[in-house]
């Protein structure tokens, strides 16, 4: 079974950068997708970012596209979200998720579809 433990979150003010991490237990880190996903007082948890086991393949949203990156090191057992130009609207508590997916080599963007989640992170953006 895979834990997973995000850091990296804190203030910032906009049009700064921060990234985050997300550092997995257990031998088969591997074998998950991972995504990233947020969560705003009174909003929905919607993903951010996502990829495939072996980084092959990326997905981001509309709303970080150019300005949020994620990669995965399995070596590290660590997924990364660079985020940079940060915005106020980016506030958020910040989840990575991970998904056993041993099918073939693709993303996945519906909360639903994840086995895991980390605590969370708390991302502030201040203008």
């Known amino acids: 079974q895979v834990q997973l433990v995000e850091s990296g979150g804190g203030l910032v003010q906009a049009g700064g950068s921060l990234r985050l991490s997300c550092a997995a237990s257990?031998?088969?880190?591997?074998?998950?997708?991972m995504g990233w996903f947020r969560q705003a007082p009174g909003k929905e948890r919607d993903v951010v970012a996502a990829?495939?086991?072996?980084?092959?393949?990326?997905y981001y949203a509309d709303s970080v596209k150019g300005r949020f990156t994620i990669s995965r090191d399995n070596a590290k057992n660590t997924v990364y979200l660079q985020m940079n130009s940060l915005k106020p609207e980016d506030t958020a508590v910040y989840y990575c998720?991970?998904?056993?997916?041993?099918?073939?080599?693709?993303?996945?963007?519906?909360?639903?579809?994840?086995?895991?989640w980390g605590q969370g992170t708390q991302v502030t953006v201040s203008s």
């Open positions: 998720a991970a998904k056993a997916y041993y099918s073939g080599n693709r993303y996945f963007t519906e909360a639903g579809t994840y086995d895991l």
């Open positions: 257990g031998r088969t880190f591997s074998s998950y997708a």
């Open positions: 990829i495939s086991w072996n980084g092959g393949h990326t």
